[in-house]
């Protein structure tokens, strides 16, 4: 009995991936696994949840549980992978239980599958109208699911910044338009240089900090200033929450999944096909894409039989040679900071007569930043070929060399931008909007130059003079995801650290990275090749979310060091005595005393000395329960190499 049950429970394990690997959400398809379904805490939860009347137990009620446990889930009846004869037990075993546990009982439980059901449906319907299904499926199919997850990466922040612009035009934008003074008239000549540095008609519009003047708008408790700084809190909360929930549950999955797990081989020659498939193009990229998780197991495998069969001596050089080439890499990363810092040294200086020289070196610093992350990170991606670790080793620590190389880069930029004085300005709080937007524009500029003047002329040259030699030693490029995510990144890290200065950015950043998918997928499809070696992206997305973790860390601290130097009473919706910290204070004064002593509170040491100390009974809780989970996983991954 005990084996036939634990057949049952494989079984199901296998169906219920086969079914979430036909149709599954892009949006959380590295996420979802039914292992979730089988650990101690969970069935724990659905004993509690699911308890059956003893009265209503058949007799070989213990014989079909498993049966019994897929009727009481979302799935119809119907569509369960059942006999005719299981399911008219089922339906028996229904009716008995109605009469027993009574109607209203049996009411709520239906209502219950119905509301499950209905969610199900609703998930799938939201999922279904995500743009670029179809163009993510091809490429998939073509250039394998890494270069997806590229691409699933970047709608998601386009989705994000697209929320931001929503929250920030609801908040901020709409009241300063509708309640904002036009005493005072601005007269700006057009020109195409201001749409590159944000300077003439653009310096007094919606798009930078000046703009938002209290106006009419002028009560105690809704102001343009409480507004604008509700809308910038809710911004910022709201990303802490979407970044560290993508980068919790996708390490969730890892640690559950970890290194001793791999899928069923038979499973996806068996079973991986879709029968659905009605056209060539469908049937191509379905193949393409067996085709490739095939190559990614078979490379895995071969990988670690070779660690295996390493010698003493084997590991000695290769350590020694890691040591050498990580040694090399901190000179390399050494050697760029300084010639940033160099570059952002001769900006400074002034040249009024000569104004394309002037401006030049104006942009001299983002020149120097995308030059040297677009060479070095090709150079790492060189030297952990050479450090012989697996190709998704070899990704992540490409990934961990170029995040520092970016982001410090990035920091470099931010800590001699604050450190500087700069020109003399009316509003400071603008001059450093300007910056942000310039890099957000350049950014573009980059994104399009890279693709139309060093992608494509190379593809060119590849098709119509195969027979030269250089041509055949550059060939069609391959899509390097580390330095493209890296680029996201560091365009987004600057979306947020310049989104209190210039409260369009996010606006801004969404129309750039719509041109920029269309753009990234002309060079995808038409100028690169797929790769030779498939990796899994299952613990790269982790690492993805991770870097805009730490992007989003800069982005704070950045904001807590500018609202610090700043003086008060300079422009913008904190002039005069108001800033960012008294700008409430009027409104809590205004406010009942039982409001004002709880808001007292809220905001004391006590307060947060409880908080910390919920939290700490929570993560106790969490921790306990992961444990519990971590034996109920080893079980379980011992159970499929014995039922193999």
């Known amino acids: ?41 969970s069935q724990a939860h659905r004993r509690q949840q699911q308890k059956i009347h003893p009265d209503a137990l058949t007799h070989d009620q213990n014989e079909r549980f498993l049966l019994d446990r897929e009727w009481k889930s979302s799935v119809p009846l119907k569509a369960l992978p059942f006999s005719m004869q299981d399911k008219r037990d089922i339906r028996e075993r229904q009716h008995l ?7 209203w009982n049996s009411w709520r439980r239906s209502q219950q599958i119905a509301r499950r059901r209905l969610k199900e449906h609703v998930g799938r319907a939201v999922s279904g109208l995500l743009p670029w299904r179809h163009t993510l499926h091809k490429i998939e199919g073509q250039f394998g699911v890494g270069v997806k997850a590229y691409f699933v990466f970047l709608r998601y922040l386009l989705c994000l910044n697209l929320l931001y612009s929503v929250i920030i035009s609801g908040s901020v934008v709409t009241p300063a338009l509708v309640y904002r003074d036009n005493h005072e008239s601005h007269s700006y000549s057009f020109g195409y240089k201001d749409i590159f540095i944000g300077s003439g008609f653009l310096e007094n519009s919606s798009v930078f900090h000046s703009f938002y003047t209290r106006g009419t708008l002028d009560s105690d408790c809704l102001n343009t200033s409480i507004l604008f700084l509700l809308g910038m809190t809710s911004v910022l909360v709201l990303s802490v929450f979407m970044v560290v929930r993508r980068t919790v549950v996708g390490y969730k999955h890892s640690w559950l999944t970890g290194n001793r797990f791999s899928s069923n081989a038979s499973y996806k020659v068996f079973c991986g096909w879709d029968f659905c498939i009605q056209n060539q193009q469908a049937a191509s990229l379905k193949r393409n ?13 071969m990988f670690h039989e070779r660690v295996q069969q390493r010698s003493l001596r084997q590991w000695v050089l290769l350590i020694f040679l890691r040591v050498v080439l990580n040694f090399l890499v901190l000179i390399l990363l050494g050697s760029s900071f300084t010639l940033i810092h160099y570059a952002i040294k001769l900006s400074q200086q002034q040249y009024e007569d000569l104004r394309i020289l002037s401006l030049i070196l104006e942009y001299l610093p983002p020149i120097t930043m995308a030059m040297v992350n677009y060479l070095l990170p090709h150079v790492f991606s060189k030297i952990s070929e050479f450090e012989d670790y697996s190709l998704t080793t070899q990704l992540n620590l490409t990934l961990i060399r170029s995040i520092f190389l970016k982001l410090a880069s990035l920091g470099i930029y931010l800590f001699f931008l604050i450190r500087t004085p700069g020109v003399k300005s009316k509003c400071l709080e603008n001059e450093f909007g300007k910056e942000m937007y310039k890099l957000t524009m350049f950014n573009l500029i980059e994104c399009i130059f890279s693709a139309f003047f060093l992608a494509y002329p190379r593809t060119l040259l590849v098709e119509r003079f195969p027979d030269w030699r250089l041509v055949q030693i550059l060939g069609k490029q391959q899509f390097e995801i580390p330095l493209n995510v890296l680029d996201l990144v560091n365009s987004q890290t600057v979306t947020w650290v310049g989104v209190f200065y210039c409260p369009l950015l996010p606006t801004i950043s969404t129309i750039r990275l719509l041109f920029v998918f269309y753009i990234k997928k002309f060079t995808v499809v038409r100028c690169c090749v ?16 991770f870097m805009l973790l730490l992007g989003l860390f800069m982005s704070v601290v950045t904001l807590g060091v500018n609202i610090n130097r700043f003086v008060p009473g300079g422009c913008g919706p904190f002039e005069g005595n108001r800033t960012v910290f008294n700008v409430t204070s009027v ?20 307060f947060a000395f409880a908080l910390i100390l919920a939290e700490v009974v929570i993560l106790t809780s969490y921790m ?17 190499v014995m039922l193999r």
């Not at 057949?7 to 892009?26: A, P």
């Not at 992961?626 to 011992?638: F, V, Y």
């Open 624 to 640: 306990s329960r992961g444990r519990a989970n971590r034996k109920g996983i080893e079980r379980l991954k011992d159970m499929l």
């Open 530 to 545: 797929p790769a030779q070696r498939m990796f899994r992206t299952a613990s790269s997305s982790v690492l993805f979310h």
């Open 97 to 103: 239980q109605r009469r027993n546990i009574g109607s």
């Open 1 to 41: 009995m005990v084996k036939e049950n634990e057949r049952s429970n494989f079984q199901r394990l296998l169906s219920d991936e086969s079914s979430g690997s036909v149709v599954s959400s892009d949006s959380c398809e590295y996420y979802q696994t039914e292992i979730f379904g089988l650990l101690p805490s």
């Open 587 to 606: 409104c809590v004064k205004t406010l009942p005393v039982p409001a004002q002593t709880a808001i007292s509170y809220i905001s004391s040491e006590a």
């Open 289 to 301: 894409f067996i085709r490739n998780e095939l190559k990614m197991d078979l490379d895995e495998q």
